[in-house]
């Protein structure tokens, strides 16, 4: 990763070095709107450093060094002098392919919608630094060979690094077709390469956005609202005003913003601050009245959104009808870094520096509030220590607030905005409160015949930028996902859906609809099969007969976890596989008891189709946090509501997962030569099936409920 100086250093150097652009289509160039726009990835310096430039937010998932893989491998670049260097907002140029003309992070997406991008990126600098080669040592191309950065002409013995050539290469105009590797030939492809940012990392020399400072910069905390709705009716800012060091006290659309010379200044001033809540549109009802509520909907039907066969009339005439209902609470995104930005306004223009996951529309809240055109919002994106999502929302709620602070006080000074976790955790968005209920018709043979699932769940999209991408006649796709696509091979299928409006601000959480879905189905089918009096690993092999990525996966799992072996006694194993961002997932999970009753994850066999493993390391890394993050929500976290208020505060009250708490893992990738799909996201899903699963198997009892926490008796938990 580049420290601020070779940021600096490197910017500095752009105007003399290869910056390789390229048309992708026969679109017109720099069309705001149009996803085939001209593309800048890679500058290769005269000092042969190889920037590439990363349109993906760099949160801990490893894009920065997955992208500069891609583009590496296809210019034949030494590794060792590849940089990564974050774009600029500018979705002409750098919009995700998979979402159209927006530039954004998301849906485990970075990798997969770059993978012909970049690897034309790369290939058209090789092919241009090529050409120059030629051209000055008057030799055909077809001689030349490129090798780590080194270009050469071995009849001549003639050598050139890319720095060397780049000056000349630079007046070339770029080819319009370029010839790609053959996969036998990946050099770094498919290899463990050492990752780009693990050794600033590691010695604390990386730069977070929360590091992220400027000369007389302010800081800003808001005094937000008890509950969700509620706003300010008054407010009394004298005490506030005498706290040492608070400049400025200002309302703004989400509360009353108290600014400061330091962050500890803030927020005394904010303590000190009285404010008077206007509640009469508030969401008042708590957890338990939802879940109410949402049970009853459960019992009605709902809103059709896939029909397969008549699954009604199977259940009537199934020889045994198994029913569950599952419950799923709110749950916080609770990034290990803090929220923040940065805004400074300038003449007719803005400049933001921050965690930006989907940049596009951070620059246009800005802009929007700032009042200046899109384009003179220049947005510095940062490294941010996680999101799982919290950092992309729809209204750029962090962005936006900073604008308006920064607006309110009159510009003249640069001001950050800190969300502390107890601001996001008690007034953030959230994972939305679902309930499912499923019902399941057995023949006298034991096979499925009738399977009936109703969710019941508020929509994410509904009301914001991305309904018209995912909100189709009705039904938001996220809130059904992992349920309408159930793979198995069930005669009559009915998936119906019940959209709730609930006054509680709601997001893209990890892995989105697949966190309740999966559980909700693979622990369903677990049901079925016991009640048939079945092994669940032959039941999902039967059923998955015609899906051979779902059945190759579940068999790798299941053979490397020992599926059928003797374990230890006091442990049992559950399984579980599913499909999300296009990967499909296997995980066995080895489980045994705590003291207090709850599971004890003691081992998890994870098998992964994500097709071309750009970085088999990252791969697993990928997978072992899913399953660490899966994990963390399935035992122990829960947002809860009380009249509308979260009880919960910080990591005391909403834990994440500790490190006694982490099992070991094992992680097999199943070879693929297929472009690759999602690796931040599908390893979360089956963790808690699979958990959930092996606990049956250990105690006969179902978890329909989550989390796990809330089977340990009051008083005997071990936190």
């Known amino acids: 990763m580049l420290t601020r100086r070779q940021f600096v250093q490197s910017t500095a150097l752009a105007g003399a070095a290869l910056l390789v652009g390229f048309r992708l289509g026969d679109r017109p160039a720099i069309a705001a709107d149009d996803v085939f726009s001209p593309n800048a990835f890679v500058r290769i310096a005269p000092d042969n450093t190889v920037t590439i430039i990363g349109k993906h937010i760099e949160f801990g998932q490893g894009s920065y060094t997955g992208l500069a893989t891609i583009l590496a491998e296809e210019l034949d670049a030494d590794w060792s002098q590849v940089r990564v260097e974050a774009a600029p907002a500018d979705a002409g140029r750098y919009n995700n392919l998979k979402w159209g003309p927006v530039q954004g992070t998301g849906g485990s997406t970075a990798l997969a919608n770059s993978w012909d991008q970049l690897r034309k990126a790369g290939a058209t600098a090789r092919a241009m630094l090529v050409e120059a080669a030629a051209r000055e040592w008057g030799v055909p191309t077809s001689e030349i060979t490129v090798d780590r950065g080194v270009v050469s002409h071995a009849p001549s013995g003639r050598r050139a690094t890319f720095g060397e050539l780049a000056p000349k290469a630079a007046t070339l105009t770029p080819p319009a077709q370029v010839s790609l590797k053959d996969p036998k030939d990946f050099k770094l492809v498919g290899k463990r390469v050492p990752r780009l940012d693990s050794t600033a990392k590691t010695d604390g020399s990386a730069k977070f956005t929360m590091d992220f400072a400027l000369p007389g910069m302010l800081t800003a905390l808001i005094a937000r609202p008890p509950r969700f ?65 949402y049970r009853a909907l459960a019992g009605r039907p709902g809103r059709s959104v896939r029909c397969d066969g008549d699954a009604a009339g199977a259940l009537r005439g199934a020889a045994k009808v198994i029913e569950a209902v599952y419950e799923f609470p709110y749950l916080a995104h609770a990034p290990m870094e803090p929220l923040d930005a940065v805004v400074r306004l300038g003449a007719g223009e803005c400049e933001m520096w921050a965690g930006s996951q989907v940049p596009t529309i951070d620059q246009q809240v800005v802009a929007r509030i700032v009042g200046v055109p899109p384009n003179k919002v220049r947005i510095h994106t940062l490294l941010a220590g996680g999101s799982f999502g919290r950092r992309g929302t729809p209204d750029g709620d962090v962005a936006g607030e ?48 009738g399977w009936e699932h109703r969710i019941v769940g508020q929509s994410i ?30 005669p009559n299928i009915a998936v119906e859906l019940h959209t709730t409006k609930v006054g509680v601000p709601v997001l893209f959480w990890r892995s989105v609809g ?7 189905t693979e622990t369903f089918l677990d049901e079925l099969a016991h009640a048939a009096g079945r092994d669940p690993l032959d039941v999902r092999r039967a059923l998955l007969a015609r899906h051979p990525r779902h059945l190759a996966t579940l068999n790798l799992a299941a053979d490397k976890a020992g599926w059928g072996q003797p374990l230890a006694p006091g442990r049992a194993r559950g399984i579980a596989v599913h499909e999300s961002f296009e990967s499909v997932v296997a995980q066995v999970a080895e489980v045994s008891r705590r003291p207090d009753g709850l599971p004890k994850v003691e081992r998890v066999v994870c098998a992964v189709d994500c097709g071309t493993a750009i970085n088999p390391d990252i791969v697993r890394a990928q997978m072992e946090g899913g399953i660490g993050f899966g994990l963390a929500a399935a035992l122990w976290s829960e947002i809860t509501l009380v009249r509308g208020r979260v009880q919960e505060r910080n990591f005391d009250g909403y834990r994440p997962l500790r490190i006694e708490d982490m099992p070991a893992v094992e992680v097999h990738i199943v070879p693929s030569g297929a472009a690759p799909t999602g690796v931040g996201e599908p390893g979360v899903p089956p963790i808690a099936p699979a958990v959930a699963n092996a606990f049956f198997q250990l105690t006969g009892r179902r978890v329909r409920r989550l989390p796990f926490a809330r089977l340990a008796p009051a008083g005997t938990r071990t936190a």
């Open 229 to 293: 709705g509620a706003t300010v009716k008054s407010f009394d800012a004298t005490a506030a005003r005498r706290v040492k060091g608070v400049t400025h006290v200002v309302p703004v659309p989400s509360g009353v913003a108290v600014v400061a010379t330091s962050f500890w200044a803030a927020r005394k001033g904010r303590e000190a601050l009285r404010v008077t809540w206007d509640e009469s549109r508030a969401e008042m009802r708590g957890s338990e009245d939802l879940y109410r509520s």
């Open 402 to 449: 900073a604008a308006a602070i920064a607006r309110a006080i009159g510009g003249d000074r640069a001001v950050k905005l800190v969300w502390t976790r107890e601001d996001d955790i008690q007034g953030g968005k959230y994972r939305p409160l679902y309930v499912h209920r499923l019902r399941g018709g057995l023949d006298a043979r034991g096979n499925i015949v």
């Open 461 to 490: 999209a509904t009301g914001t930028a991305f309904e018209p991408l995912l909100v189709k006649d009705g039904v938001d796709s996220s809130s059904v996902e992992g349920a309408v696509n159930l793979p198995y091979a069930i």
């Open 514 to 520: 697949s966190t309740h879905t999966a559980y909700s």
